[in-house]
């Protein structure tokens, strides 16, 4: 993406009141026009400043929403209501009563209320842009969301148009101690580590797809994670793109940016365990799938009966 911007403050504020749609926004004029960060590639974004706590205690304000973690090649999300947060380790974290989501704000470098030109996509975003520059964690407003509290929002956190803090440099060690951390776990409880083709997880969802097995997914980085149970209710390719959903989640990926797909078995005092893990190139995801121990067994026969039809159709 192109981020080269219209800095000239006219040229800034002459588009954003002639931007046709976009000015007649309910939130317009909550934000100061010389604030605006416009894109060539036609998004508008200003700059959120302020305590990352604080920000997050609003959000539950905003109304239905649409969450997404994730990075370039995998993301998981689910449209409702943002959680009331509980708060540990001096503010530095905080998660949902029921566990499902957890922000981390030592990984959160910048936050961006974001919006796009295009007509169709009309409603904003805010954008958690993590230490590499890289978005990790979003919030997309739908057509249910309160917008004039999203404006009261962008009133208390709208910073002035820089990048605070300089551009730091771009590195993947979080993650790379990350998985090194996820690695150790592995070996420390004696579990066995298998390599699949990557190609098998979208078949395997295709396959759950209708079948009553609730997934129990997560979707973690260095500035949020979620763990969702849904059902697989549909499946739809869009270019590269392989997006699954039900039960108000969306699970959405790009095989192609997948380094590899791992299948780990866990031997507990009842069963076997198996577990699916995803890996992009970059280290920047960790998704992480399994099912209860009620549907194991189903789950194991889905997985074998899939990476047999793959390994064959690949030889």
């Given at each position: 993406m192109n981020n080269e911007n219209y800095s000239s403050p006219d040229a800034r504020q002459g588009l954003w009141l002639g931007a046709g749609e976009l000015a007649r926004d309910p939130f317009k004029h909550s934000i100061r026009p010389d604030n605006l960060r416009i894109d060539r590639d036609g998004r508008v974004r200003v700059l959120l400043v302020g305590d990352a706590a604080a920000l997050a205690r609003e959000l539950p304000t905003l109304g239905p929403v649409l969450t997404l973690t994730g990075s370039h090649h995998v993301a998981l999300g689910r449209y409702g209501s943002s959680p009331a947060l509980l708060f540990c380790y001096s503010g530095l974290h905080a998660r949902d009563e029921a566990r499902e989501l957890t922000l981390d704000f030592t990984g959160w470098d910048r936050v961006w209320a974001a919006k796009e030109f295009s007509?169709?996509?009309?409603?904003?975003?805010?954008?958690?842009?993590?230490?590499?520059?890289?978005?990790?964690?979003?919030?997309?407003?739908?057509?249910?969301?309160?917008?004039?509290?999203?404006?009261?929002?962008?009133?208390?956190?709208?910073?002035?148009?820089?990048?605070?803090?300089?551009?730091?440099?771009?590195?993947?060690?979080?993650w790379v101690s990350l998985l090194d951390h996820r690695v150790q776990i592995l070996a420390d409880n004696d579990c066995l580590v298998q390599r699949l083709l990557v190609p098998v997880l979208p078949v395997i969802l295709q396959d759950l797809v209708g079948?009553?097995?609730?997934?129990?997914?997560?979707?973690?980085?260095?500035?949020?994670?979620?763990?969702?149970?849904?059902?697989?209710?549909?499946?739809?390719?869009?270019?590269?793109?392989?997006?699954?959903?039900?039960?108000?989640?969306?699970?959405?990926?790009?095989?192609?940016?997948?380094?590899?797909?791992?299948?780990?078995?866990?031997?507990?005092?009842?069963?076997?365990?198996?577990?699916?893990?995803?890996?992009?190139y970059h280290h920047h995801t960790l998704l992480h799938i399994s099912v209860e121990p009620a549907h194991e067994a189903l789950w194991k026969q889905i997985i074998q009966r899939n990476c047999d039809f793959l390994s064959n159709a690949f030889e």
């Open positions: 007509p169709e996509r009309t409603l904003p975003s805010l954008e958690i842009i993590n230490q590499a520059g890289q978005i990790s964690h979003k919030l997309c407003l739908t057509e249910q969301s309160d917008l004039a509290a999203f404006g009261r929002l962008l009133q208390r956190f709208q910073g002035e148009n820089q990048e605070q803090g300089g551009q730091r440099e771009k590195s993947d060690s979080p079948r009553d097995i609730p997934l129990c997914t997560t979707l973690r980085n260095t500035a949020a994670m979620q763990s969702l149970r849904w059902r697989p209710t549909a499946l739809a390719r869009s270019a590269d793109w392989i997006r699954a959903t039900g039960d108000d989640v969306v699970l959405q990926l790009d095989p192609a940016g997948l380094d590899a797909l791992w299948l780990v078995r866990a031997q507990s005092d009842a069963a076997e365990q198996w577990a699916l893990e995803a890996v992009s």
